[in-house]
């Protein structure tokens, strides 16, 4: 079936650190795939996507690749900030039944400190 | 322009009572889609509607149902409410459901309690 496994966390940074969070996928076919944040009491926003392999989605100094070969989309950025304290959700958009879903992963806490 | 609201914010019910969920999606967005959210988990696919008539369904048991208006709005029902039912219930909107890198719009949720 699809799926999608996501690191575990919470993952705890000081300002400035390198982030990486990992995320694998399951699919058949070729989904799409997106990274959503959610933060404290909110609903989710979308924070970038990739709908084919070899694709980079970026925003907010925010970084993955679709990649195909090892079928992961690791969400990375090269200076957290304060700011950036909120939950990660990997997903895949599956198309199926005349309709597509999203999949999540568990969702990885980052935390980080002045 | 306003994003996608839901309503209430907040709900407290009883074991085996019925509650009633609203959402009403981006102007221009034709398709809805509702999520599940326990707590420490990501969301997962109850439903989709798109131009008023079901087009997918999660994993979910009877006691869980939906509907689209004519506005594109959308209703979700949850009968015989059990402690296991208590989640936070996302609405999506989006432009349509039918492509799969169509980009789902989340609204704030609406926390649901069980008690």
């Known amino acids: 079936g699809n799926s999608v496994t996501q690191m575990e966390g919470p993952v705890t940074l000081s300002e400035e650190a390198f982030l990486t969070i990992n995320c694998t996928y399951t699919?058949?076919?070729?989904?799409?795939l997106f990274w959503y944040v959610q933060y404290p009491g909110e609903g989710l926003q979308l924070l970038l996507k990739?709908?084919?392999?070899?694709d980079k989605g970026s925003n907010k100094g925010f970084e993955a690749t679709y990649r195909k070969e090892t079928t992961s989309f690791h969400l990375e950025k090269g200076s957290v900030q304060v700011s950036d304290s909120a939950v990660y959700f990997c997903?895949?958009?599956?198309?199926?039944?005349?309709?597509?879903?999203?999949?999540f992963g568990a969702g990885t806490r980052l935390a980080v400190h002045p | 322009d306003a994003g996608v609201t839901q309503s209430p914010t907040h709900l407290i019910k009883t074991r085996g009572q019925h509650v009633t969920l609203r959402c009403s999606p981006i102007?221009?967005?034709?398709?809805v889609s509702w999520y599940q959210q326990v707590l420490g988990q990501g969301p997962q696919f109850i439903f989709q509607?798109?131009?008023?008539?079901?087009?997918g369904r999660g994993n979910f048991p009877d006691r869980f149902s939906a509907r689209q208006f004519p506005n594109y709005s959308s209703e979700l029902n949850v009968n015989a409410l059990l402690l296991g039912d208590s989640a936070l219930y996302l609405c999506?909107?989006?432009?349509?459901?039918?492509?799969?890198?169509?980009?789902?719009?989340f609204g704030p949720g609406t926390r649901l309690t069980v008690l």
């Open positions: 990739a709908t084919k392999a070899d």
């Open positions: 509607y798109y131009e008023k008539e079901e087009r």
């Open positions: 102007s221009g967005h034709k398709s």
């Open positions: 699919a058949t076919g070729y989904p799409s």
């Open positions: 999506a909107s989006s432009l349509e459901g039918t492509v799969v890198s169509n980009e789902q719009f």
């Open positions: 997903a895949l958009s599956r198309f199926s039944g005349g309709y597509n879903k999203l999949i």
